[in-house]
Every structure is written in structure tokens, then in C-alpha cells.
């Protein structure tokens, strides 16, 4: 199993990026994704989900109606589509997959943002918004 993340960089204030989670050596569709994030001396804090059975979504509050998730299951890619970025938003963004326990309905709340939750995680990629 691997993940490897991708399209981080700099940006400015108000700028946008996508991020991508290209996923390899397991069967794509059979496992929820979740995005997170870390800055240095704080804990990682869990952003977004999608869980590719049901392509349900769930998004931290401070996120939601700026970054939206999606996912290609033809490519095994996740992306991370970050719009109206602010210096909050800096961080190393690290994917991470799941197979639910129960297939259905696992991107539905802030259980499924929890680290704990996820088995296999990519090594991450820098994001810094710069003002």
C-alpha cells in the first residue's frame, strides 16, 4: 500500500492549490481517504474525508465551503481543491486510507477525521500561504 501526496508549494493569500493522493496496491474503491494536516508543535488535525464506496464527504468546519474533495477512481487519485487560503491553512497535508468497517456512511462526521482512524498514511507535502 502506498500514498504519496503532490502540488503542495507556496501561495499567497486568497490563492488556491490542489493537492493530489495518488494511491497504489490496494483496491481503490473498497477504502475511505481523509486528508490531514500538521504544523509543527501542534497536534494533526483531520480535514476532510471521502469514502470511495459511497463518495460520502465530510469536512472540518474550518474548511468547509473552501476545500473540496473528489476522487478519480480510474487514476486511484484524491484531490484536495483548496480555494481562498489563509496563513491558518499552513501545514505539511498528509493523506491516509481506511477500509470502513462498515463500507457504507463512514465520511458522515467528525469520527472519521480522527488519525487513529486510518491505517496507511502518505509522507506529506508543505503547504505555506504566504501574506
Known amino acids: 500500500v502506498q500514498l504519496v501526496e503532490s502540488g503542495g508549494g507556496l501561495v499567497q493569500t486568497g490563492g488556491s492549490l490542489r493537492l493530489s493522493c495518488d494511491a497504489s496496491?490496494?483496491?481503490?474503491?473498497?477504502?475511505?481517504i481523509a486528508w490531514f494536516r500538521q504544523v509543527p508543535g501542534r497536534e494533526r488535525e483531520g480535514i476532510t474525508c471521502?469514502?470511495?464506496?459511497?463518495?460520502?464527504?465530510f469536512y472540518e468546519d474550518s474548511v468547509k465551503g473552501r476545500f473540496t474533495v473528489s476522487s478519480h477512481s480510474a487514476k486511484n487519485t484524491v484531490y484536495l481543491q483548496m480555494n481562498d487560503l489563509g496563513s491558518p491553512d499552513t501545514a505539511v497535508y498528509s493523506c491516509?486510507?481506511?477500509?470502513?468497517?462498515?463500507?457504507?456512511?463512514?465520511?458522515?462526521?467528525?469520527?472519521?477525521?480522527?488519525?487513529?482512524?486510518?491505517?496507511?498514511w502518505g509522507p506529506g507535502t508543505q503547504v505555506t500561504v504566504s501574506s
Open positions: 491516509a486510507a481506511v477500509v470502513p468497517d462498515v463500507p457504507y456512511y463512514y465520511c458522515t462526521g467528525y469520527g472519521s477525521l480522527m488519525s487513529s482512524g486510518y491505517d496507511y
Open positions: 471521502i469514502n470511495n464506496k459511497d463518495h460520502s464527504t
Open positions: 496496491g490496494f483496491p481503490f474503491d473498497d477504502y475511505a
